[in-house]
């Protein structure tokens, strides 16, 4: 049922009752239930059948016209609240029924019975004092007065039939829990090792999970009851997960629970939410942070009156936490504004928050606060120091951090992985390598039983600093090799793809940084192993994934499942659906590591392979380093050649990006970058590539780092340009284009699907794009029989349906790094997630921005272009900044008429550029966005 015909049903359930209730009011107020003759303005009178004499009856006061409509809608609304709110309850009730169907089934009778009872006995109270019998008050006021007779009876049936339904939930729960609530009084009574207590305890675990009703005060006493067993190992946040694994659902708090505290789980939810704040944490997972903040935002709702105010300032300050972790504008903004409420009842609590909040702001002044704060903050202290040496390079604030970890380190008890961190952190900045202090702390972090992988990160390339320092490069460079891997195997297929990101951003070594290394020991062919290890890490695994079905069911439904980009909501009412989503596909990844473990997937990258990805023309993999740079020429047949390029620096390359993507002054910029990009990077490297460039002249370029987003096709100085010299590609890595040039396949007669949009979407702010509708008339008239989607036929799921048969693929619309913009949505990474393309040739995108990458995993490659690549096109074009849309046609023709003639798509393109650089000779920033990606 659609929103207008639920909302048009409930209007109509309304106007009913109303009209109902009104009518019997009116009836009420006129006496219009009794004969004629028998009413006197606002009295009338009925005969005692027994005496024959006349009982008078008073009217009403006008009130009750309305008393009566407000009284049913009050009925109405609270048993369908009560029903919807307890609908599971319920359903789980009546299952516990048959199996104890005696017990329950009686219970159920005397709910029934209890009705009729209730309406009874309050008539029986008010004529006890009166001279007139029950049956005489029932027969005179009762039965004579219609109207109420059928409202109360009405009435009565509503409530018999929702007790008789809600009967065995009431029932099964009542008994469990009083004795939840004696287990929970004998466990704060110091009685938690009691055998009888923990007897009892395992027997409402198995009922728990027989009959888990959500809404009852069991589920919180049996959270709490998880404390009885922390003597024999299990942790609480462990015990709290195994909970929530129970667990069918767990909606939101209905309103009708304000009528029933025993039923208040918000002790139970507020636990629930800090352990998946630490299992965030712990995991990367982001999905359980949200599940925590939807919790807290929960209990944070409910009404005042059922909150002491203390408890609502702890749910507001560890909200904040959950939103300062999240780390939006939005979250950081609601977190200060639930701080400065929290810090009216709760001044110690809102001063920590405050000072979690200003190391963003004022560091300085939230150093003073965790000082003021003292002993329980000292290491969220240290760090602060830390950051603000960073800033000021004020050695003090190291020593006061290797101070304040050594008096932890030193009293008794197990390490802690965030004092190992902040002590690591503080002895690597003042660069005494070889120091006692920071030997004992790395000596620490191994002996740690589950560190967590940023620790084991760092303090790995911390030993890989020690070597390069003490003059031992090889033995650095495997340190940093295991750095990479770290990283690598953090960013698990247990994550979503954004959780992923998330982990690869958070990496302390780039890269670059560890193939400048190789590069430096002048192990040329170990940096090219190294950056197709450490970069295009979420293609390489969704590639492995898609590469792997296997011969066993299970291989290819693990497969399909770990595509996915992210983890599925399921219910919308159910809060932890998203956090089971999540742990399932943890459980998932796990089982998918072990099947590689006993399979031949998941092998070891190797030159030897990777340079077959040159066996068409060399491909130059362009190292953007933080300390040099340099280029490295693949070659199929011969030992890969180092080029350093000297006049090349990260700061340039950013540079450069950036200025390429800001429209008002992209064409003075392009022209001033296009002389100084050919003099520090195209022509050392084609004079070098000269002598090993085919017939063709074909050419791929791999940029790394801040150089990704910046075409080296630009280049170009006196007359000379790397656009005139040889035939440029692009590909995110060796093994994408060694995939590539195995899966092509041309084809003889080519299917192609248009697909344009001039008007984008409606109701949002793109611009017209008045040469879209051009474009596709041109294409559509050079290749017969193609397919076009245009305007409103343009969805989603029409392209969706449309691209697996088409070997060509052309988009005429507005594009973001986000994907295609479509007429009702957006066509990108996740829509394409999983799906197979089949054996497609050509995909063009005469869309904005759709081959650049994202700016916090410039090495990832994660746009539309190369996704479309990696789903099956062997070749696709795309734009690196803004077209305009009046080159599109230009483009675009000019490359189906050389594709069609017989060239190949990067030859096609090509021709394309050289014939749009000579209508616009004087602005490269017009031709120069378009690369091509494939064999």
């Not at 659609?2 to 009011?25: K, S, T």
């Not at 005179?140 to 007065?145: E, M, N, P, R």
């Not at 639930?338 to 920590?352: C, I, T």
């Amino acid at each position: 049922m659609g929103n207008r015909a639920r909302f048009a049903a409930i209007a109509a359930v309304v106007l009913a009752v109303v009209a109902w209730g009104a009518w019997v009011g009116w009836r009420r107020y006129t006496l219009a239930y009794l004969p004629p003759e028998h009413v006197f303005g606002n009295k009338g009178y009925v005969f005692d059948s027994e005496t024959g004499r006349p009982q008078w009856i008073l009217a009403p006061g006008p009130i009750v016209i309305f008393t009566f409509p407000a009284l049913m809608l009050i009925l109405a609304a609270f048993t369908i609240s009560m029903v919807r709110g307890h609908l599971r309850d319920i359903a789980i009730g009546w299952r516990a029924l048959r199996d104890r169907p005696l017990g329950l089934g009686l219970g159920t009778v005397l709910m029934f019975l209890m009705v009729p009872c209730c309406v009874v006995v309050p008539y029986w109270i008010h004529t006890a004092g009166n001279d007139i019998s029950l049956s005489e008050y029932l027969e005179i006021g009762f039965f004579t007065d219609v109207p109420v007779t059928v409202t109360i009876g009405g009435s009565m049936l509503v409530a018999a039939v929702f007790l008789v339904v809600s009967a065995p939930w009431l029932f099964d729960l009542f008994p469990r829990l009083v004795r939840a609530m004696v287990v929970h009084r004998m466990i704060k009574s110091g009685k938690a090792a009691d055998p009888g207590v923990q007897a009892e305890v395992t027997r409402l675990e198995r009922e728990f999970v027989r009959y888990p009703y959500r809404s009852q005060l069991a589920m919180t006493v049996f959270a709490r009851t998880q404390l009885a067993k922390l003597d024999e190992g299990e942790p609480l946040d462990d015990a709290m997960l195994r909970t929530m694994a129970t667990l069918p659902g767990l909606e939101e708090r209905s309103w009708t629970h304000v009528f029933s505290p025993l039923l208040d789980d918000g002790d139970a939810r507020y636990q629930f939410a800090e352990t998946l704040v630490k299992a965030h944490v712990q995991t990367d997972a982001g999905a359980h942070l949200d599940v925590a903040i939807r919790l807290l935002e929960g209990l944070h709702r409910r009404p005042h009156f059922t909150v002491r105010k203390a408890r609502r300032a702890k749910i507001a300050l560890t909200l904040a936490h959950a939103l300062v972790l999240r780390d939006t504008p939005a979250d950081t903004a609601r977190a200060h504004a639930l701080m400065e409420k929290a810090a009216r009842v709760d001044p110690v609590e809102a001063r920590l928050m405050r000072a979690i909040l200003l190391m963003w702001t004022d560091l300085d002044e939230a150093i003073t606060l965790l000082r003021e704060i003292g002993e329980p903050e000292q290491m969220r202290l240290a760090g602060a120091l830390v950051v603000r040496y960073e800033r000021d390079q004020d050695p003090a604030d190291l020593h006061e951090v290797v101070a304040l970890t050594g008096r932890w380190l030193a009293e008794p008890g197990e390490d802690r992985s965030d004092v190992l961190d902040h002590r690591l952190n503080a002895l690597g900045h003042l660069g005494d390598f070889e120091a006692p202090d920071l030997l004992d702390a790395l000596d620490r972090v191994d002996a740690l039983p589950d560190p967590p992988w940023q620790l084991v990160h760092f303090a790995t390339a911390m030993r890989g600093i020690r070597a390069l320092e003490s003059g031992d490069p090889d033995t650095a460079l495997a340190h940093f090799e295991q750095v990479l891997r770290i990283v690598v195997r953090a960013a698990s297929l247990g994550l979503s793809r954004a959780d992923r990101q998330a982990v690869l951003n958070q990496s302390r070594l780039a890269p670059a940084t560890v193939a400048t290394l190789a590069l430096t020991a002048g192990r040329v062919e170990r940096a090219v192993e190294l950056l197709e290890l450490s970069r295009t890490v979420i293609w390489a695994q969704v590639r492995e994934l898609r590469a792997t079905t296997g011969d066993e069911p299970r291989i290819a439904e693990i497969s399909a499942a770990l595509q996915q980009p992210g983890y599925d909501a399921g219910a919308d009412d159910d809060l932890l659906a998203v956090h089971r989503q999540a742990v399932g596909r943890a459980e998932l990844a796990r089982e998918w590591d072990e099947l590689a473990q006993r399979r031949t997937f998941g092998h070891e990258i190797r030159f030897a392979d990777l340079r077959e990805a040159a066996a068409d023309g060399p491909v130059v993999l362009v190292n953007a380093g933080a300390e040099r740079c340099d280029a490295i020429i693949v070659l199929a047949a011969a030992a890969p050649v180092h080029v350093p390029l000297p006049d090349l620096t990260e700061g340039d390359a950013r540079a450069w990006a950036e200025g390429l993507l800001d429209a008002p002054t992209r064409r003075m910029n392009a022209r001033h970058i296009a002389p100084r990009l050919w003099d520090a990077v195209a022509a050392p490297v084609l004079d070098a590539v000269e002598p090993h460039l085919g017939r063709d002249r074909r050419i791929w370029w791999c940029p790394t780092g801040a150089l990704t987003p910046v075409p080296v096709h630009l280049a170009g100085r006196d007359g000379d340009s790397v656009l005139d010299r040889v035939v440029s590609s692009y590909t995110p890595s060796l093994w994408s284009l060694l995939d590539a040039r195995r899966g092509h396949r041309p084809v003889a007669e080519p299917s192609m699907l248009i697909t344009s949009l001039e008007q984008t979407p409606p109701g949002t702010s793109w611009a017209p794009l008045p040469h879209a509708d051009e474009e596709a008339s041109l294409l559509a008239a050079r290749v017969h029989g193609a397919v076009r989607l245009a305007e409103s036929t343009a969805t989603v799921a029409a392209v969706k349906a449309a691209l697996p048969g088409s070997t060509w693929a052309h988009f005429a619309c507005h594009g973001d790094m986000n994907g295609l913009v479509l007429h009702d949505g957006s066509l990108g990474l996740d829509e394409l997630a999983g799906m197979e393309t089949g054996a497609n040739e050509v995909a063009f995108l005469s869309a904005c921005v759709t081959a650049v990458p994202d700016s916090e995993n410039l090495d990832e490659a994660l746009h539309p272009a190369a996704a479309l690549h990696l789903h099956g096109f062997s070749h696709v074009v795309g734009t690196l900044w803004h077209m305009r849309s009046e080159d599109g046609p230009v483009v675009a023709d000019q490359f189906y008429a050389h594709l069609i003639a017989g060239r190949t798509p990067a030859l096609a393109l090509h021709a394309a550029q050289r014939a749009l650089r000579s209508r616009v000779p004087d602005d490269p920033a017009r031709w120069a966005p378009f690369v091509h990606i494939g064999p």
